[in-house]
Antibody
Framework: QVQLVQSGAEVKKPGASVKVSCKPSGYTFSSFGISWVRQAPGQGLEWMGWISAYNGDTNFAQKLQGRVTMTTDTSTSTAYMELRSLRSDDTAVYYC??????????????WGQGTLVTVSS | DIQMTQSPSTLSASVGDRVTITCRASQSISSWLAWYQQKPGKAPKLLIYKASSLESGVPSRFSGSGSGTEFTLSISSLQPDDFATYYCQQYNSYPHTFGQGTKLEIK
């Protein structure tokens, strides 16, 4: 069965960076992509961006351009999301989600368990 | 970016009721719409994709319809397990925006 397992909770100070990992299993990692979605406490879902594990293609939400990096390591079948210059409003649960491997290839489906990132001085 | 607007924001209903949630897109997204269910402290779960296709393992009391800019999610006979928050998401173009959510509460 498809599973995506994420790294553990993080507490960071404003201005710092955080890197969250996502390790899927149950499917061929390099045939798909990974999207990242975040959810601030008590709020809705915000799509952050997508990376193809097939060819490294990416697309990011405009508001995060320049602060977010998404990478994949096909040797370990792991995806990473790094967010820099953290602010208090980046406090959220961050989810990785299985996505199509090609741009415009369809919907996301399986979700990781989420990683709580708390930004506080 | 395509804006997705759900209504209502909160819906109170009883076990056995039929309920409908609406999602409107700010421009046409053809049928590229998904619906998710989220329970407190859990990750969202995919229910419907391509507006009306039921994800494997999802009970048949869930159904989706619509195309273009207007979509609905219906639950034919509410079960206790269905009380949760529901989100629509368009995947016609990046960014894949979500609606603000509809919280389905027990009346």
């Amino acid at each position: 069965q498809v599973q995506l397992v994420q790294s553990g909770a993080e507490v960071k100070k404003p201005g710092a960076s955080v890197k969250v990992s996502c390790k899927p299993s149950g499917y061929t990692f390099s045939s798909f992509g990974i999207s990242w979605v975040r959810q601030a406490p008590g709020q809705g879902l915000e799509w952050m961006g997508w990376i193809s594990a097939y060819n490294g293609d990416t697309n990011f939400a405009q508001k995060l351009q320049g602060r977010v990096t998404m990478t994949t390591d096909t040797s370990t079948s792991t995806a990473y999301m790094e967010l820099r210059s953290l602010r208090s409003d980046d406090t959220a649960v961050y989810y990785c989600v299985r996505a199509p491997g090609s741009r415009g290839g369809g919907n996301e489906d399986y979700w990781g368990q989420g990683t709580l990132v708390t930004v506080s001085s | 970016d395509i804006q997705m607007t759900q209504s209502p924001s909160t819906l109170s209903a009883s076990v056995g009721d039929r309920v409908t949630i609406t999602c409107r897109a700010s421009q046409s997204i053809s049928s590229w719409l998904a619906w998710y269910q989220q329970k407190p402290g859990k990750a969202p779960k995919l229910l419907i994709y391509k507006a009306s296709s039921l994800e494997s393992g999802v009970p048949s009391r869930f159904s989706g319809s619509g195309s273009g800019t207007e979509f609905t999610l219906s639950i034919s006979s509410l079960q206790p397990d269905d009380f949760a928050t529901y989100y629509c998401q368009q995947y016609n173009s990046y960014p894949h925006t979500f609606g603000q959510g509809t919280k389905l509460e027990i009346k």
